[in-house]
């Protein structure tokens, strides 16, 4: 059964830094790109960050380039997102996803999403 268990998630004040794990099981992490997406209050998903299967290979929302560094290590099966200089309105819940496909049996048009960790920037 595939899981995505996102963590590290808090509250932290503008400017501070945060580091957000995913653990990945029940699929060949290594073989697929990963992404970071969040949700804020009362809005639709936003696609944060990209990371190729090999991870030599990032994308980032402009809202957030130059601020987050996603990376991976497909020998502990793990997604991360290093976010510095954090603003209010990074505020959300934060999701590691995989890409469309099939996934135990299912498929996810959407990719397969962890439950999220909240992430709160306030003074």
């Known amino acids: 059964e595939v899981q995505l268990v996102e963590s590290g998630g808090g509250l932290v004040q503008p400017g501070g830094s945060l580091r957000l794990s995913c653990a990945a099981s029940g699929f060949t992490f290594g073989n697929y790109d990963m992404r970071w997406v969040r949700q804020a209050p009362g809005k639709g998903p936003e696609w944060v960050s990209r990371?190729?299967?090999?991870?030599?290979?990032?994308y980032y929302a402009d809202s957030v380039k130059g601020r987050f560094t996603i990376s991976r290590d497909n020998a502990k099966n793990t997604l991360y997102l290093q976010m510095n200089s954090l603003k209010p309105e990074d505020t959300a819940v934060y999701y590691c996803a995989t890409p469309q496909g099939y996934y135990s049996g299912s498929y996810y048009p959407k990719g397969y999403w962890g439950q999220g960790t909240q992430v709160t920037v306030s003074s």
């Open positions: 990371i190729n299967s090999g991870g030599d290979s990032t």
